[in-house]
């Protein structure tokens, strides 16, 4: 008998007993080759001695001390070591212990920062229809996910949700990907001046959209443009690197790669890769500069903030990263799974996209590929397929609704960064075999 609330009481879960490296292991002794780091979480794997050495040192210090009373050095040294390597103007680091706890304290943030300014009218916040920014009422407000929503709709602030930058289905036949960007990013423009600019708090959203639209670039010139509009009319840009960011797309922060810097970034998965709860908030000189010359306090906090250990364990992940060169293997072996993929899945009947960026990629399943028409949502495909790769020795992240909010499915993939070209070989064999049998199983043509 278990006295734990599961995620889902008709399912039976696995007991993980051991990580070694890429893969987990169960107790009757099954290994899993863990594809997706859980949700893009486990950036080095399991059982890196290096962070292991790091959580236990800082245990025998100090394991906690409340951020009322004290600073700590684990806090101070992780925080010099995000923000001298964070896009230009980013100043000021707040340590909490998860995503959503992230993107709620940068909502909050920004709405004080208004108020400190002399602006209390800006209280709206636009973000993207399937997005997806965390569980708590206000990053659940802002998201785009439909089904995560619906059940807490009567809970939840009012906020605006524009078109996502999402090619693969929204760029006409006969514009190219520049033309589909600013067209796109126009949206954010329109809603400005439907709320009112001066209404306008902020614009959230993921560089790379991940767990509810399966791995969505932006298109060139997209982030540009988002940036110049939000400079226009004073609204501070929130980019939500949870998920996407800390390497994962083979830069340290997604967001360099577009050739932008935020007022304020998120980030948490891949900063402390699993071995400590940990999340981060990072705001601009201004933003920090004009609530500490204001009132001083930013009228917020978590139990939490700044967990000695937690933030011990992250540095040292994000020191084996740098140390190990680790984002040259997330390209290398990046570019090396998307080729894999391609060669495996990229004449399937029933695979509309593979897109991503360094070892962050996803598929999208279609049930007509010409149409690019989703399958039946009553078939459940992506639940399939995350069972049917789990007996394959699997660990995948597949996700549902992805064309609209309820139709369509795809397949996360978020591997470790010390993965090497032979388990990538193993990824894609098995996933493939998962995907075939699924479509076996509902006689569907592979």
Wanted: with cysteine; aromatic share 6%.
């Amino acid at each position: 008998m278990s006295y734990i609330f599961p995620r889902h009481s008709k399912a039976s879960y696995p007991t993980a007993c051991a990580g070694e490296g890429a893969y987990l292991v169960d107790t009757e002794g099954r290994r899993y080759l863990d594809a997706s780091g859980g949700a893009a979480v486990s950036c080095l794997g399991h059982g890196h001695p290096a962070v292991i050495r790091a959580i236990k040192g800082q245990v025998d210090k100090l394991a906690y001390a409340h951020s009322g009373f004290f600073t700590n050095e684990a806090s101070e040294a992780l925080a010099e070591h995000l923000i001298t390597r964070a896009p230009e103007g980013l100043a000021r680091v707040y340590f909490v212990s998860g995503g959503s706890e992230a993107n709620e304290t940068a909502l909050k943030l920004a709405r004080q920062f208004h108020l400190e300014r002399g602006e209390p009218s800006r209280h709206r916040f636009i973000a993207r229809q399937q997005s997806y920014h965390g569980n708590t009422l206000g990053a659940l407000s802002v998201g785009g996910n439909a089904a995560r929503r619906a059940p807490f709709d009567p809970l939840l602030m009012p906020a605006s949700h524009i078109a996502p930058c999402y090619a693969y289905r929204h760029q006409k036949a006969d514009e190219t990907a520049e033309a589909y960007g600013l067209r796109a990013a126009d949206a954010l423009e329109e809603e400005i001046q439907c709320l009112g600019p001066e209404n306008v708090a902020g614009f959230i959203a993921e560089p790379v959209v991940g767990a509810t639209a399966g791995v969505v670039p932006p298109v060139p010139g997209y982030f540009k443009r988002i940036r110049e509009i939000c400079d226009r009319h004073g609204v501070l840009l929130i980019l939500d690197e949870v998920m996407c960011g800390m390497g994962r797309t083979g830069s340290l922060y997604a967001c360099e790669q577009d050739g932008i810097s935020p007022d304020i970034l998120t980030c948490a998965k891949g900063l402390g890769g699993g071995y400590q709860p940990i999340g981060a908030m990072l705001a601009s000189h201004s933003i920090y500069d004009t609530i500490a010359e204001g009132s001083g306090a930013f009228e917020h906090g978590f139990t939490y903030i700044g967990h000695a250990t937690a933030c011990a364990a992250a540095l040292a992940v994000q020191q084996t990263i740098e140390g190990e060169d680790l984002l040259a293997n997330v390209q290398r072996q990046g570019a090396v799974l998307h080729d894999a993929l391609a060669a495996r899945f990229g004449n399937h009947h029933h695979v509309g996209d593979i897109r991503g960026r360094g070892l962050f990629i996803g598929l999208e399943l279609v049930a007509e590929r010409g149409s690019k028409e989703p399958f039946d949502p009553a078939l459940k495909i992506n639940a399939r397929i995350k069972k049917r790769a789990m007996a394959e020795g699997l660990v995948c992240y597949p996700g549902g609704g992805t064309a609209d909010g309820r139709r369509g499915d795809h397949v996360l993939l978020a591997p470790p960064f010390i993965i090497q070209q032979d388990q990538v070989e193993e990824l894609v064999d098995k996933l493939g075999r998962a995907v075939d049998g699924v479509l076996n199983e509902i006689a569907v043509p592979a």
